[in-house]
C-alpha cells in the first residue's frame, strides 16, 4: 500500500531553511509569513490491512525517518 | 490564511535521496519500495478568499518553490 509520511519540525524549533525561502519570497515581493519546510516520503509498503502498514510505517519512523527530538510525523495510508 | 504546498520530484525522476533511505530502510529489515522524498511548506499567507491565496500561493511557487523542469507541486489552503 502507498504510504505518505509527513515530517515536520516541531513548534518552537528554530526553521533557518524556512528563514531562508520566506526572506526570498519576501525579495521578489511576496507578503508571507511563518514559512516552515519539512520533508513528505512516499513509499510503498506491503501488506492489505492499513493499520497494519501504518504500523510498519510508524516503526520505520521511530527507527530512522524522523528525529523526535526536533520533529513530528504524521502518517497516511493512501 | 495558512498554506501547505508539497512539492514531489515528477515521476520518472531518478530520486537518490529516496534511494538513500530506501537502502537505510532496508538495511534495518524494513520491507519498503518506491521511496520517494519531497518537501512540504507551509506558510501563512495574507489574505481571506481562499481562491485568492491559492493564486498568490501558485505564484510563489511559479517564481521561487518549485523546479518546473523535475518537480511538480500540489496546493492546500488549510
Known sequence: ???????????????????????????????VDHVRIGRLIEMDVPGTDPAEVKAKAQAMCDKLLVNPVMEKASIEVL
Open 1 to 31: 500500500m502507498k504510504v505518505r509520511v509527513s515530517v515536520q519540525l516541531k513548534p518552537g524549533i528554530l526553521d533557518p531553511q524556512g528563514k531562508a525561502v520566506e526572506q526570498g519570497l519576501h525579495g521578489f515581493g511576496f507578503a
